[in-house]
């Protein structure tokens, strides 16, 4: 893809967030008055430009490479093994291993500095938006996607059979960022929910709901929390700068 | 909570998940878009030793047949699950060579332009006293031989044209004041 074809392509996808999430900020706000333009609202669309226009295409190839650097760790005879399951049973499997595998990776990016310094980069939007989603460190994506994706790689595992599954979940992780209340009922167990995640981005460093997507590891390892109201502020304690060059180079600052 | 709000609440949840639910299909049906590459790493040939693990205790006994190293993988066909970002574009765009660009258009110029359907009409039963025909209106007309030709040099002059402008009760073109 080209220069030009990615710019389009990308302000198309912007276009498409904005109609997809805005009516559901504007119907069901989690945080009444919360303007489209709010605080650090550019911070994060150069996040988000960074994201689809030069980092995306550095994670995609790191992971390729981790890919083909994980061919040799399992057996073909195991591969085969896998393989051999009826496919919804390897699904269920590749998503329960990813999802158990993220969600220690990511108690470990809270409870570990090296891994905090990247990731308090996305935990400092105070303002939480489908735009603050985006807010992501390019090293800390590549370790949380690496991660998420370990399972399929190691196994073989066809994610192209997926792919409706997988646009669905890159879909859904932005809109558990959305300033949105919306009352999903029972669903929010399997899928989770903008209230689940917004709990998660509290002021306190360890404040649960560390699952991807799905809550079910939070309710097996006992960090589920889902209280009726929002919390008080998002963010951070620690300072940081508020640009976008400053916060990429956050992680390497002396004296962290 | 007025009719209003509701109603407005139900319509943008429609469209919402109406997009969502043509997105994750439209990301099903299509093939897999690499992401922009600007800094053409795609092109730079490093090559990772792929990881070999030389036991077997997961893969059972009487197994030690590892896996042929493929540390390359061809970056199209590579899906990946992404976190808080959606991994196929909207849309993307093709960059289509001057010479495959002139061959669509000539394609387009040279389509016959094709009146009616090859296969035959329709026949919907209609009661006798709906059906309304030209000589109703004293009006008699040849059948319909086809568009005449634009080299024709009776164009316009055909005995059908001029006898319907002839029985025409309303006038034809030239009973204009």
Known sequence: MNLPSAILSTGLSILFLVVLFRPLEKLFPAREGQKFLRPAF??????????YLLWSGVVFWVLNHFRGWLDGMV????????????????AIEMIVLSD???????????????????????????????LAAHREHPLDTIYTVGIINLPAFILGFPLETLAGFLAFRGLWAIFIHSNVRLPIGPLRMIIG????????HDKARDAGNYANISPLMDILFGTYRCPDH??????????????????????FRRGK | MSALTKFARLAGLASSFTLLAAYVVY??????????????????????DAMVVPINSITGPGDSQLTAPQAKHSSS??????????????FSTRKVSSAEAEGMFQARANRRIMFGSKSGAVELPMPEFLKVTFADFGISLEPFLGFPSPNDPFRG???????????DPFGGPDSKP
């Open chain 2, 77 to 90: 066909e590579l899906r990946i699950i992404t976190s808080k970002s959606i991994s196929q574009p909207i």
């Open chain 1, 75 to 90: 057996s073909s005879n195991f591969r085969a093994a896998v393989s051999a399951q009826s496919w919804w049973l390897q």
């Open chain 1, 230 to 251: 929002e919390p008080e502020a998002f963010g951070i304690h620690e300072p940081i700068s508020k640009n976008y060059l400053g916060q990429l180079w956050h992680p």
């Open chain 1, 42 to 51: 550019w911070t994060d669309l150069f996040f988000l430009l960074g994201q």
């Open chain 2, 27 to 48: 990301s099903h049906v299509t093939p897999n878009v690499p992401p922009p590459d600007p800094l053409g790493l795609s092109a730079k040939d490093v090559t990772l």
């Open chain 1, 100 to 130: 158990f595998l993220i969600y220690w990776a990511h108690r470990l990016q809270h409870k570990v500095p090296f891994l905090w310094r990247f990731h308090s980069i996305h935990h400092s939007a105070e303002h939480l938006d489908w």
């Open chain 2, 157 to 167: 002059t055909s005995d059908t044209t001029v006898k319907a402008v002839a029985n």
């Open chain 1, 193 to 200: 929910a903008p209230e689940l995640h917004h709990w998660h």
